[in-house]
């Protein structure tokens, strides 16, 4: 009798996951609570797969010896107790394609920059010649890749969500960028449960692996002091560090390795602020582990364009630039895109709260904004916040309305910031969606 792998949720990692699990001789099921796509049924009929959606038939379900969950799936709901109660092992998509491939997996976390970190580790390692992935987060399954194509490595970007499903996933080099207050609504507000989330990624390391990690992020560093993991640690930061690790001087990243300097010149580097220094150490730091040339570094960081919705420098109208950072869905990520303005802003803010603490950013909205544009159903904690630092705060339902007000505010020299840290569910798609409905309201200016 073959195994039976049930997936929750009928989207990219569970398509793929789908894929990967016949090819590996599983009988499979596919269960949506909400609806799956004809493209996806089309392909799922076509690979003799059964599927259900508009719900979860329980029954079926807990014939399965594993089940492959969805990052979105919430912990605490009755499917998920239920199938946990019947002694069924969950896994993420992460765990679950990572057995099937002899590939070098490199593993990146962390509440901010994992993108930045991710695309560009895999743009210099591609460019280098490496046959080289990336998923995760990010580009097609991992699962699909694995079930379809043959890499050497992987690059992946890691949710916590994800990290929480993991038993044997093993990098060959892990990454955790920083750890700041995120997603503490999946976390019953309580951020110690989510540091440990992300720190699960050095769960089953040796002392032949390599953690890169930012010692510039004293949550981080304490998490590790009190640490058991044996992985081998090299540090990332502005301080020269004692032993192994990468900092930078002048206008040079210099990677401290094995008694060896390596130094790169950033002065080409397109990435504007510290936070895009320290993605770009990281992903120096990974490229040197995996033997990628010096001169091959240089030239691939100098050609690297950076991630769509993170900063993104998109127009000038009359003099005031537009910069869409939907991608910033917490505060601390707005933090970055508020410090690296160097005018007077009007700052699009707003959307899900995800048990924010604006507190963090007050000092640099007293510095730099002079209108905050509320995008979003609630505001009230926006307006609570900001009301007596900022003069003038509108409210609106639409992104159209909130760009027209932006731009009337907006003077010569001036920047209109989209970087709502906050998640876009309430009014748009995704992230994604809310800033290419951003660009296009800017462009209809």
Same mark, same amino acid.
């Given at each position: 009798?073959?195994?039976?792998l ?5 989207g990219?990692?569970?398509i793929g996951?789908?894929?990967l699990?016949v090819?590996?001789?599983?009988e499979?099921?596919? @269960?949506?609570a ?10 799922l *009929?076509a690979l003799?797969?059964?599927?259900e ?5 329980l029954?079926?379900i807990?014939?399965?010896?594993l089940?492959?969950k969805?990052?979105g799936?919430?912990? *605490?709901? =009755?499917l998920i107790k239920?199938?946990r109660?019947a002694n069924?092992? +969950?896994?993420s998509?992460i765990?679950?394609a ?6 070098t997996l490199?593993g +990146?976390?962390?509440s ?5 970190t ?10 280098s010649?490496?046959?080289? #992935?990336?998923?995760?987060? +990010? ?9 379809e194509?043959?890499?050497e ?5 890691i949710?916590?969500?994800?990290l929480?499903?993991i038993y044997?996933?093993?990098?060959e080099?892990?990454v955790?960028?920083n750890i700041?207050p995120?997603?503490?609504d ?10 440990r989330?992300k720190?699960r990624i050095?769960?089953n390391q040796?002392?032949?692996q390599f ?6 992020d004293?949550v ?7 640490s058991?993991s044996e992985?081998n640690?090299?540090s990332? #930061?502005?301080? *020269?560090?004692?032993k192994?690790?990468?900092?930078t ?12 300097n390596?130094?790169?010149n950033t002065?080409q580097?397109?990435?504007? #602020?510290r ?6 150490m990281?992903?120096v730091?990974?490229a040197r ?7 091959? +570094?240089?030239?691939s960081?100098m @050609?690297f364009?950076?991630?769509p919705h993170?900063?993104?420098?998109f127009?000038k109208?009359q003099n005031?630039?537009?910069i ?10 707005t933090?970055?895109a508020?410090?690296s ?6 700052w699009?803010?707003?959307?899900v ?18 209108a905050?544009v509320?995008?979003g159903?609630?505001?009230?904690k926006?307006?609570?916040v ?5 003069e003038?705060i509108?409210?609106t339902q639409?992104i =159209?309305?909130?760009v027209k007000i932006?731009h009337?505010i907006?003077l010569k020299k001036e920047?209109v910031?989209l970087?709502?840290?906050c998640? @876009?569910f309430?009014l748009?798609?995704?992230?994604e ?5 951003? *660009?296009q309201a800017?462009?209809?200016?």
């Amino acid at each position: 009798m073959p195994k039976k792998l049930v997936i929750l949720g009928g989207g990219e990692s569970g398509i793929g996951s789908a894929v990967l699990g016949v090819k590996q001789g599983f009988e499979v099921f596919v @269960s949506d609570a909400g609806a799956i796509s004809l493209d996806v049924q089309n392909e799922l *009929k076509a690979l003799g797969i059964l599927f259900e959606q508009g719900g979860h038939d329980l029954k079926t379900i807990l014939q399965a010896s594993l089940v492959m969950k969805s990052p979105g799936i919430h912990e *605490k709901i =009755d499917l998920i107790k239920e199938i946990r109660a019947a002694n069924i092992k +969950i896994v993420s998509e992460i765990e679950f394609a990572s057995q099937y491939t002899n590939a070098t997996l490199i593993g +990146i976390t962390g509440s901010n920059g994992k993108t930045t970190t991710t695309l560009l580790t895999h743009h210099l390692l591609e460019q280098s010649g490496l046959n080289v #992935g990336v998923a995760g987060n +990010i580009g097609y399954s991992f699962a699909r890749q694995v079930a379809e194509t043959n890499r050497e490595v992987y690059v992946l970007e890691i949710s916590s969500f994800q990290l929480d499903d993991i038993y044997e996933f093993q990098p060959e080099v892990s990454v955790i960028t920083n750890i700041t207050p995120d997603h503490l609504d999946r976390y019953e507000n309580n951020f110690s449960k989510y540091v440990r989330s992300k720190m699960r990624i050095i769960k089953n390391q040796s002392n032949k692996q390599f953690l890169v990690f930012n010692s510039e992020d004293p949550v981080l560093v304490k998490a590790l002091n009190t640490s058991t993991s044996e992985v081998n640690k090299i540090s990332f #930061g502005f301080e *020269k560090p004692e032993k192994d690790g990468t900092y930078t001087s002048d206008d040079q990243i210099i990677i401290q390795h094995d008694n060896s300097n390596t130094m790169i010149n950033t002065a080409q580097f397109q990435l504007q #602020g510290r936070h895009n220094l320290l993605n770009a150490m990281a992903a120096v730091t990974i490229a040197r582990l995996l033997k990628v040339s010096k001169d091959s +570094i240089r030239e691939s960081l100098m @050609s690297f364009k950076g991630a769509p919705h993170r900063l993104e420098q998109f127009l000038k109208i009359q003099n005031i630039s537009y910069i869409n950072d939907s991608k910033a869905t917490n505060v601390n990520a707005t933090f970055y895109a508020l410090d690296s303005v160097n005018s007077q802003t009007v700052w699009i803010a707003g959307g899900v709260d995800k048990g924010n603490d604006y507190n963090l950013l007050l000092p640099l909205v007293r510095e730099k904004v002079k209108a905050i544009v509320c995008l979003g159903i609630d505001n009230e904690k926006l307006l609570e916040v900001f009301g007596p630092v900022v003069e003038t705060i509108v409210e609106t339902q639409s992104i =159209d309305e909130a760009v027209k007000i932006a731009h009337k505010i907006a003077l010569k020299k001036e920047t209109v910031l989209l970087s709502p840290a906050c998640a @876009s569910f309430d009014l748009f798609e995704n992230y994604e969606d809310r800033g290419d409905q951003f *660009k296009q309201a800017v462009r209809n200016l």
